[in-house]
Each structure stands twice: as structure tokens, then as C-alpha cells.
Nanobody, 120 residues
Framework: VQLQASGGGLVQAGGSLRLSCVASGFTLDYYAVGWFRQAPGKERKGVSCINSSGGTSYYADSVKGRFTISRDDAKNTVWLQMNLLKPEDTAVYYC??????????????WGQGTQVTVSS
């Protein structure tokens, strides 16, 4: 049972990346999924989350209009499309799955993180 986050990399400011979060050993159908990020020396913060049906999503103010979260339960995958990237988006990005939707809720499963580095 695990979540696998991938898709990070080095990109110039203004560029795009798409992160993937793939579940194995369980199905994501009944889980809300969140993306979080942690920059060096800073606490982990929520970036975006999507409810189990995919009908509702939240975004941190800092990424609204630039990031889009989506899911395909047939593929057991949630994506985070990140456009117009800025140097301040540099962080390790984690995905997590849990029964409740929101930021300050308990997540049952966490991915290992994928590094996103945005150069100026």
C-alpha cells in the first residue's frame, strides 16, 4: 500500500510541470487527495486538495490560477498541473490520501515526495 509521487524536476520560471500521484495496493475512489509542499527550512503547507468525487477542490492563494488538480480513479491517479512556475514554488511536493477533505485533516497515506526546483 503506497502512494508514488513523481514528475518533479528543474524548470525555468514561467515553465510548467505536471506531478502525478499514483496509488498502489488500494483504490483512490473513496479518498480525498491533497498536495503539500515543503521548502528548505520551512514547514509543510497545503497546495491543493480534491475531494473523493473530484467535484470540489481547494487551492492555496499562492497557486490559484496557476495550478490545477485533477483525478482519474480508473487510473488510480491524481495530477497537479503547475503552470507559470515561480522560484518560490521550489519545494519538495508530497501527495497524501485520506478519508476527509481539507487541509487540517488526517491523511492515511503519504507519498515519498518529488523535488520541484524553479530557476529564475
Amino acid at each position: 500500500v503506497q502512494l508514488q509521487a513523481s514528475g518533479g524536476g528543474l524548470v525555468q520560471a514561467g515553465g510548467s510541470l505536471r506531478l502525478s500521484c499514483v496509488a498502489s495496493g488500494f483504490t483512490l475512489d473513496y479518498y480525498a487527495v491533497g498536495w503539500f509542499r515543503q521548502a528548505p527550512g520551512k514547514e509543510r503547507k497545503g497546495v491543493s486538495c480534491i475531494n473523493s468525487s473530484g467535484g470540489t477542490s481547494y487551492y492555496a492563494d499562492s497557486v490559484k490560477g496557476r495550478f490545477t488538480i485533477s483525478r482519474d480513479d480508473a487510473k488510480n491517479t491524481v495530477w497537479l498541473q503547475m503552470n507559470l512556475l515561480k522560484p518560490e514554488d521550489t519545494a519538495v511536493y508530497y501527495c497524501a490520501a485520506g478519508p476527509s477533505f481539507g487541509w487540517d485533516v488526517a491523511y492515511d497515506y503519504w507519498g515519498q515526495g518529488t523535488q520541484v526546483t524553479v530557476s529564475s
